[in-house]
């Protein structure tokens, strides 16, 4: 059974490049509703934490650095088959190969620099969204 919550960033590429609005509009109009939303930066260590699945692979550390190097926005999202239906929203994780109309084709500017992260099972949406939002956060 597919879940109905989602976890998204707003990654550092995206928030200087001032997509914020664009992207949660586009957020808005694919019908997710916000349950709980912030803009924050992330420590190395909590990047680190947050992406210790890649951490054997060799752009680990480049990812780390990369998500700590600026603001960006976090949010849970709800809608039915959250899930899946924002990773098709995002697009594939290569701007180049994204469909057109998904925010990475429209936002993206490198596989490294690719504007959003999407979760990619409920089972993970639920970890991710609890690294970054507390009950009391949710609405």
Known sequence: MSGNITFTMIKPDAVR????GAILKMINDAGFRIQAMKYTRMSADVAGTFYAVHKERPFY???????????????????????????????????????????????ATSIGENAVHGSDSDENAAIEAGLHFSAYERF
């Open 61 to 107: 550390g480049e990812l780390v650095e990369f998500m700590s190097s600026g603001p960006i926005v976090a949010a849970i999202l709800e809608k039915d088959n959250a899930v899946e239906d924002f990773r098709k929203l995002i697009g594939a994780t290569n701007p180049a190969e994204a469909a057109d109309g998904t925010i990475r084709k429209l936002y």
């Open 17 to 20: 490049n001032g997509h914020i």
